[in-house]
């Protein structure tokens, strides 16, 4: 690398004259002076309007402001209390909603059906392969790369045991419906 200062000479910096009207400065030249009267460090520009008195009057609406605003919220957090001894619905999270054992199973896609023969065919291809992601995936894949006519028994079984499960839904809410008649 080759030295900055050799390629970029240094020039002398030119002042600038500024007009003593545009920029108040205090004696030392910074921008903030120290008021004789509270003894507040007070920017220069602003000296005209500032006001001891003022200052004190500041503070006193603050703290008056502050004294409110601690009020207020005093108020809203016994409004919570008075609501919170009511049980709410949204605390059920935790609860988990009971299934019903005598609810009828979901029927399987043909997905599933597909997937129970390939891991039966699977098993006796490798019987020493233990991991179940490989199962899935070559699963997966050959399911993918299968045609709709190869894919069109399990679609069949799938739509019969369907059919067969809305059958038995249909039995079941009318179960539940004919119970919760008893019971009112």
């Known amino acids: ?13 030119k002042r600038v004259e500024v007009e003593t009207t545009s920029l108040k400065r205090a ?8 008021c004789e009267a509270c003894n507040k460090d007070v920017p220069v520009g602003l000296i005209d309007m500032h006001s001891c008195s003022l200052d004190s009057r500041i503070k006193m ?11 207020e919220v005093k108020k809203p ?4 209390k008075a609501a919170s001894s009511e ?9 988990k909603k009971l299934k019903d054992p005598n609810m009828p199973k979901r029927a399987p ?28 995936k070559e699963g997966g894949e050959k399911w993918k790369s299968m045609t709709d006519a190869e894919k069109k028994p399990y ?6 045991l369907k059919a067969e499960y809305e059958k038995a839904m249909e039995k079941y809410n009318a179960g539940n419906e004919e119970e919760q008649v008893i019971m009112d």
């Open 155 to 160: 679609l069949e079984k799938s739509l019969e």
């Open 27 to 34: 004696r030392d030249g910074s921008a903030f002076t120290r």
């Open 109 to 136: 896609t043909a997905f599933f059906l597909f997937m129970d023969d390939f891991r039966k065919e699977y098993k006796e291809a490798n019987p020493d392969s233990k991991n179940v992601s490989t199962v899935a």
């Open 77 to 80: 957090t016994e409004r919570k």
């Open 1 to 13: 690398m080759v030295d900055a200062s050799k390629t970029n000479p240094s020039r002398a910096r």
């Open 87 to 95: 049980p709410k619905a949204k605390n059920n999270k935790k609860e």
């Open 61 to 71: 609406n603050l703290e008056a402001q502050i004294v409110e605003k601690v009020t």
